[in-house]
């Protein structure tokens, strides 16, 4: 994929799809089996834009580790799971027992 068709997505943030929640999740719930790990395929590739700018700078950091070893890809990669917990985590969440509710909270 070449640069250039790389561009932050400004209409949708995620790729399309990226709202679909596979049936199993619920059913997974009610089994009381942790959901987590298959949404985290299923969301992985709305995060495209993420993956390859963390790619690009793992494969420009191993020319630059050898001049100043303290460099990271620390940003890139926190970027990237953002991205996959942002999908993720609204799927497991809104089937949980109790989150139907509206509590009004008081101060």
């Known amino acids: 994929m070449s640069e250039a068709s790389l561009v932050f997505p ?4 995620y790729a399309e799809g990226s709202q679909i929640t ?13 959901p987590k790990p298959m949404l985290l395929e299923l969301c992985k ?4 834009y993420w993956k390859h700018k963390l790619e690009r700078c793992e494969s ?6 050898k001049i100043n070893p ?8 926190r970027d990237y799971v953002t991205c996959i917990e942002a999908c993720v985590q609204p799927k497991i969440h809104n089937n949980l027992v109790g989150t139907e509710r509206k509590y009004t909270y008081y101060d």
């Open 45 to 48: 590739p709305n995060c495209h």
């Open 70 to 77: 303290t460099k990271s890809c620390l940003y890139p990669m």
């Open 10 to 13: 400004k209409k949708n943030f």
């Open 22 to 34: 596979p049936d199993s999740n619920v059913s997974m719930l009610d089994r009381g089996v942790d």
């Open 60 to 65: 420009k950091l191993a020319q630059v580790i």
